[in-house]
């Protein structure tokens, strides 16, 4: 029981403790935001060589890992 106890006091005091890290409003932007036309404000980043990366590393990686399931297989039936 007074574990129990001790265990609700901690938890309960970690939670209001917590409540003064959550975000605070971000500050208004400058006079002359948004008067060059730029209407993409992350700058357009190229992401089709990313994806050509991700999905080769995935499918060597998968190669890998059949590889190595072929290999113990092997092993077995010696």
């Known amino acids: 029981m007074k574990t129990n106890i001790i265990k609700s006091l901690i938890f309960f005091g ?3 403790l917590s409540s003064g890290v959550f975000a605070q409003v971000p ?3 400058p006079a002359e935001h948004g008067l060059t036309g730029n209407k993409d404000p992350g700058g357009g980043a190229p992401i ?3 994806i050509g990366i991700l999905l080769s590393l995935g499918a060597a990686y998968g190669g890998k890992k059949i590889y190595k399931i ?4 092997d092993e077995l039936e010696d």
């Open 14 to 16: 970690l939670f209001i």
């Open 27 to 29: 500050p208004p932007p």
């Open 48 to 50: 089709g060589s990313g």
């Open 70 to 73: 072929w290999k113990t297989k």
